[in-house]
């Protein structure tokens, strides 16, 4: 893969000025062009050997470009801010909006390789590494945005004699380097995102090659042709296996009076209090999240959980139609940056699931992208749980007499008016593409390490009590 990349190409000066200029001119046609389309983003990884030019050639591209929209970022070792959330959270928080092109440095690409070169992981744990990597990359480019990815390339020769002259220490062995990252990128070079790689030796024909292959890449989104996507071949509304409709098998009015809900409501957030403060609790988060039916209880249910807690140690976040920031970003985007650090607690009032709940039923996404969520939001919980994050999910289910009545019930009430509006009439109508939306969502995102919770909650005194007992019982698990 790197073979040509050792060649002495040469550029002579008078060659290169005048292509320079040429090129400056078209990648700020080409800039403005995006901004005005506002379509996509660019991001661009900068990977490569050490001393092959790179930050000289990020720089340069500074230069050619308004570095307005330009967001360059190097990622070195983690902060304590960075550590304390799963390891792709500082990449995703960084992602350029759609408009503008980021740079990084550093990316998702370095630390998988730099472990296997130093020994620290096995051919299996780099071989789960790179499968990261990949998801994580097909994720990004499903979701529009134009990943290019460029390694810069010199020779073991030419290195030395420039680190020599730049007085630096070599940070890897050159040959193991190599090996190891030809792997990597051999790997991780698909249709949708491909490696280039960039000669190094000469300045000037390193310049023009990376300016003119990313000029050309962005030119031919712009001219409108689509990214390379794998067709998704997945039926609409697949039946479960075994038939089974898990929101109809659920017995909904479960027996609770109002005395013996004031006891375990007591007993279950005693428990959790003493849970929160824990020492252990300082190695953890948890992400508790909250769908369910309009009218179920949500909201309630949350502030019974909350109760118990410190109000310094928890966030709640109510999640509506996204923002004009958040549409401009992958989708995901906006519940990464909200992830709690170590030693806290996020409630989620609604979640990443409505992607396959409402947009999918009101067509707000397209079914392609509604069914390709379903794997993406299982490699995104599978990321938390792999930090420490203890993830439980509530589907809080009640019937649609039981929701009548209690749409009925808060027109009547004047602070609760609020709670009711024409939209969730309108769901009402289409109650059954809702059912099995949740029962797809519940057969395909139901995991070992985050299952869902199917709340029976036409009795909220039971409901409450069944959600503060799962929490519990979560965290005992975790830290016991």
Request: charged residues 30%; aromatic residues 10%.
């Amino acid at each position: 893969m790197f073979e040509s990349a050792n060649l002495d190409h040469r550029v002579s000066k008078s060659i290169y000025k005048r292509e320079e200029n040429k090129l400056r001119e078209a990648l700020l046609e080409g800039q403005s062009r995006l901004l005005a389309d506002r379509g996509f983003a660019v991001l661009v990884l900068i990977a490569g050997v050490q001393g092959a030019g790179r930050g000289q050639t990020v720089n340069l591209l500074n230069e050619w470009l308004d570095p307005r929209h330009v967001q360059t970022r190097g990622f070195g070792e983690p902060t304590q801010d960075e550590r304390e959330r799963p390891e792709a959270w500082r990449y995703w928080i960084a992602l350029p909006p759609k408009g503008k092109i980021g740079v990084f440095f550093g990316a998702w690409h370095t630390e998988p390789i730099m472990r296997r070169v130093r020994g620290a992981t096995s051919d299996d744990e780099f071989a789960h590494e790179i499968a990261q990597v990949s998801r994580l990359e097909k994720m990004l480019t499903d979701e529009g945005v134009l990943l290019l990815k460029y390694w810069f390339h010199i020779p073991k020769a030419e290195q030395k004699k420039r680190l020599k002259k730049a007085r630096e220490k070599l940070e890897a062995p050159y040959k193991k380097f190599v090996a190891v990252s030809e792997a990597f990128l051999r790997r991780t070079s698909t249709p949708e995102a491909p490696w280039t790689v960039v000669p190094g030796i000469d300045a000037r024909y390193r310049a023009l090659t990376f300016g003119r292959h990313f000029l050309a890449a962005i030119n031919t989104r712009l001219a409108g042709k689509p990214p390379k996507r794998a067709a998704t071949r997945l039926a609409k509304g697949v039946a479960p296996a075994d038939g089974l409709n898990v929101i109809r098998a659920l017995r909904l009015s479960q027996p609770m009076t109002k005395p013996q809900y004031e006891d375990e409501l007591d007993k279950w957030q005693s428990r959790l209090a003493r849970w929160s403060q824990k020492k252990a609790m300082r190695g953890i988060s948890v992400v508790a999240l909250f769908e369910g039916n309009d009218a179920a209880g949500k909201g309630g249910a949350i502030r019974r959980v909350t109760s118990a807690l410190d109000a310094r140690i928890y966030d709640t976040i109510a999640i509506a139609a996204p923002t004009d920031e958040e549409r401009v970003q992958p989708y995901l985007w906006r519940f990464w940056r909200r992830l709690p650090r170590l030693g806290r607690f996020a409630f989620f009032d609604r979640s990443w699931y409505g992607r396959v709940l409402v947009e999918r039923v009101e067509g707000f996404a397209a079914e392609a992208d509604w069914l390709r969520a379903y794997a993406e939001i299982n490699d995104f919980e599978q990321s938390l749980v792999r930090h420490g994050t203890v993830v439980v999910k509530y589907w809080l289910a009640i019937s649609k007499e039981e929701q009548l009545k209690r749409f009925r019930a808060r027109e009547q009430v004047s602070f609760k008016r609020f709670k009711i509006t024409d939209e969730d009439w309108r769901n009402r109508k289409k109650w059954n593409d809702y059912e099995q939306a949740v029962c797809d969502m519940v057969d395909r995102t139901s995991t070992s390490i985050a299952p869902w919770t199917l709340v029976e909650a036409n009795n909220k005194y039971y409901a409450r009590i069944k959600v503060l007992k799962t929490i519990c019982k979560a965290l005992e698990e975790k830290i016991s």
